[in-house]
């Protein structure tokens, strides 16, 4: 009965974003900025686990470009004012609709194996940082997920340098978990849920719901 009913549910809940899919994100922004005049240039830098990170981090770069392009930064690796640092994970684990009871010992209270949910912060009990960062590619640690329960924890982080100072003068980072495998899809627009308010985002954690159509 327990399987039944989180089935109906999850049914329910697609068939009534069959037309319009939002994509909802938990956003949590640090700005030391007052204004940046349209245009403002940057340019790309990768840490060495990325610069290895080959197709995945030119990927991630085009995401987060078209994003930072929109609130109006324009990429200049030339006459770069700030650095960017993008980094973003994706992480199968088992459906919070799933029966804990089906899948033996291992996936008893908590919905995983020991880790599976501590992630993403004070929704799932740690702070918002957590254990399980990747700053290489987009993969990040797979997890074993029963095909009949796929899931999936996805984060993206971006940081503005200065390049005169040196310094961090932004930091951004937004979560999303759900049923849907479209990660090309749905990591582009967490990077523009994460830009949300730039350069003046509203201080704390906040929900961004951003919707696509159709859904993917």
Request: net charge positive; charged share 15%; with cysteine.
């Amino acid at each position: 009965m327990r399987r039944l009913l989180a089935a109906l549910f999850v049914i329910a809940s697609l068939a009534g974003c069959a037309s319009t899919w939002v994509v909802d994100s938990n956003v949590r922004s640090f700005s030391k900025l007052d204004a940046v005049p349209a245009g403002t240039t940057y340019r790309f830098e990768r840490l060495p686990s990325q610069q290895v990170a080959e197709p995945q981090q030119s990927q991630l770069e085009g995401m987060a470009g078209a994003a930072l392009a929109r609130v109006g930064l324009q990429r200049d690796d030339d006459r770069a004012v700030y650095s960017a640092q993008v980094t973003a994970r994706v992480a199968a684990t088992l459906s919070p609709w799933a029966d804990p009871w089906l899948y033996g010992p291992g996936w008893g209270p908590g919905w995983g194996p020991g880790y599976g949910y501590g992630y993403y912060g004070p929704r799932y009990g740690r702070g918002w940082y957590g254990g399980g960062w990747y700053g290489g590619g987009w993969y990040g640690a797979p997890f074993y997920t029963p095909a009949a329960n796929p899931w999936y924890e996805r984060e993206v982080g971006l940081v503005l340098r200065d390049l005169k100072s040196g310094q961090v003068v932004y930091e951004t980072r937004a979560r999303n978990d759900g049923p849907y495998s479209s990660s090309g899809v749905i990591l582009a627009v967490m990077f523009d849920a994460a830009l949300q308010g730039f350069p003046n985002p509203p201080p704390g954690e906040r929900r961004v719901d951003i919707p696509l159509q159709p859904r993917p």
